[in-house]
């Protein structure tokens, strides 16, 4: 407490969809133990357009709008670090949290303008990788240094992506990154949801068909084509298997000429956007997805929760969350045939299937729920506002 109060943490992030997915369980989590938080974010979502404009909650917490462009574009970046400043100023918040690459530089600005005692960030994946050019992985990884030198602490998802920041330098010391697993909502995602019931006919998948799924973004970093390229193969020497991607984005035409061309579009199904994801993962007898990147591979522990057995690439993030031989199997990524072989292996084991399925929720209960995620985060807080003098 300060003066009397409750500790106040200002969460910051770009899209209001951002908050519901990643921000909202920790205001509910932080509102049970005391603390007044709130969000600050653009009143839009990526996907379902704008945010009414009488939405002021979230979990139970003020939604504040302050317009953060996702793409850069000067004049709407200082307006927004001003609209953010007045938000906290009027907010006072102890704790300003952002998350997201472009959100982390206007927040942590505005948040030290307006002398904000404790500054987080959660990179869940640096802006820098391998497949940019070098001089924009360069400017990335600069401006990554140059903000982290306000930031008290950088959270991060995996200790893959913790060492690619020390190893980039962002921060040199390395006890000011810390690594604090993504949590998987157990309840939402768990077997017991029941069996697929007619979801199969409906998206014309069959009753009696094996399906091979995924969920993801149709961008290039998710590996989709190499996706379609395992289908193919798989179809080769098994005909009662079909596919499903859900997921939209800006490749799904390329992706369905990429099936026709394949021979394979029959059997692949584009659900598109979908909200019931925990029900068609249900739906699905094996779940894969051949990414390119990812800052820690929220998909795979959905699936494991959801009891499934798994098949992704075999990058640092994800080895840490698909356990290898127990809750599925790794494949190099950008190749089909090592994707094919091993998806074909559990397609012919169903009682492997079911074994790693069971580790896989095994595994999620024990390192990736939203309930553990929480405390790991507030008691950050509790360690950061205390050096700070404080601490409730």
């Known amino acids: 407490m300060e003066g009397g109060r409750p500790i106040r943490v200002l969460h910051v992030c770009t899209i209001f969809l951002t908050a519901q997915t990643f921000i909202a369980p920790i205001l509910r989590y932080l509102s049970g133990c005391g603390y007044e938080v709130a969000v600050a974010c653009s009143q839009e979502s990526a996907v379902d357009g704008?945010?009414?404009?009488?939405r002021w909650d979230l979990a139970g917490s003020k939604v504040f709008s302050v317009l953060i462009p996702r793409t850069v574009h000067l004049f709407q970046d200082l307006r927004a670090i001003w609209q953010l400043y007045k938000v906290i100023r009027e907010f006072r918040p102890d704790v300003i949290h952002t998350q997201t690459s472009k959100a982390g530089i206007i927040g942590r600005l505005a948040a030290r303008l307006a002398g904000t005692p404790v500054i987080i960030h959660t990179?869940?994946?640096?802006?820098f990788h391998a497949y940019l050019?070098?001089?924009v992985k360069l400017a990335y990884i600069w401006i990554e240094r140059w903000v982290?030198?306000?930031?008290?602490?950088?959270?991060?998802?995996?200790?893959?992506v913790r060492m690619d920041g020390l190893r980039q330098r962002i921060t040199q010391d390395p006890g000011r990154i810390v690594t604090v697993p993504m949590g998987i909502d157990l309840t939402r995602f768990s077997p017991s949801l029941g069996g697929p019931g007619t979801l199969r006919e409906t998206l014309g998948l069959g009753r009696h068909n094996l399906v091979v799924g995924t969920v993801a973004r149709l961008v290039?970093?998710?590996?989709?084509?190499?996706?379609?390229?395992?289908?193919?193969?798989?179809?080769?020497?098994?005909?009662?298997?079909?596919?499903?991607?859900?997921?939209?984005?800006?490749?799904?035409?390329?992706?369905?000429?990429?099936?026709e061309a394949l021979g394979i579009?029959?059997?692949v199904i584009f659900s598109g956007h979908r909200t019931d994801i925990p029900e068609l993962m249900q739906a699905m007898d094996l779940f894969v997805l051949p990414t390119r990147r990812e800052g820690f591979g929220v998909v795979f522990a959905e699936a494991m929760a959801m009891g499934k057995a798994t098949v992704g690439s075999a990058i640092g993030p994800i080895a840490e969350v698909l356990d290898d031989g127990v809750t599925g199997?790794?494949?190099p990524a950008d190749d089909p045939e090592a994707f094919a072989e091993r998806a074909l292996e559990l397609l012919s084991d169903e009682v492997k299937r079911g074994a790693f399925g069971a580790a896989g929720r095994l595994r999620v209960e024990a390192?990736?729920?939203?309930?553990?995620?929480?405390?790991?985060?507030?008691?950050?807080?509790?360690?950061?506002?205390?050096?700070?003098?404080?601490?409730?």
């Open 265 to 267: 579009a029959p059997e």
């Open 220 to 259: 290039p970093d998710k590996g989709l084509e190499c996706f379609l390229r395992m289908a193919a193969i798989i179809r080769n020497k098994r005909t009662d298997v079909k596919f499903l991607i859900v997921g939209e984005g800006p490749l799904r035409l390329n992706l369905e000429h990429m099936a």
């Open 148 to 160: 982290a030198g306000w930031t008290d602490l950088l959270m991060v998802d995996t200790e893959s």
């Open 133 to 135: 050019p070098f001089p």
């Open 123 to 127: 990179a869940h994946a640096f802006p």
């Open 367 to 392: 390192l990736f729920s939203q309930v553990r995620m929480c405390e790991l985060i507030e008691r950050e807080y509790q360690r950061l506002l205390t050096i700070k003098g404080r601490a409730s």
């Open 50 to 54: 704008p945010v009414p404009s009488g």
């Open 329 to 331: 199997y790794l494949a």
